[in-house]
């Protein structure tokens, strides 16, 4: 299974931040796989933000949880994460991840800046 983050590089303040995960080798709509967005802000920890289930259900950090959406396409075997109303608090490098078999992204940087 592989994972691969897209998205614009560049964010300016109160945009909303949209990223794409493609995957293959394995389909997102598997069952009882989740499908996450997490984030490294530079110097600090790992964020888990968000998932998207098999079935197309969702769960979100409570943290983010008036800002963050993620959807999918099937068609395409993607997912999609976007987060509103950004600050440079948000700047980090994002990835997306399988939580079974602990796959990831090779990570996409997001600079939030005017």
């Known amino acids: 299974v592989q994972l691969q983050e897209s998205g614009p590089g560049l964010v300016k303040p109160s945009q909303t931040l949209s990223l794409t995960c493609t995957v293959s080798?394995?389909?997102?709509?598997?069952?009882?796989?989740?499908w996450s967005w997490i984030r490294q802000p530079p110097g600090k920890g790992l964020e888990w933000m968000g998932a998207?289930?098999?079935?197309?259900?969702?769960v979100y950090s409570p943290s983010l949880n008036l800002r963050i959406s993620i959807s999918r396409d099937t068609s395409n075997n993607q997912f999609t994460l976007q987060l509103s109303s950004v600050t440079p608090e948000d700047t980090a490098v994002y990835y997306c991840n399988r939580i079974a078999g602990n796959y990831w992204g090779q990570g996409t940087q997001v600079t939030v800046s005017s």
């Open positions: 998207i289930a098999y079935s197309g259900s969702t």
């Open positions: 080798g394995g389909s997102i709509t598997t069952s009882t796989y989740y």
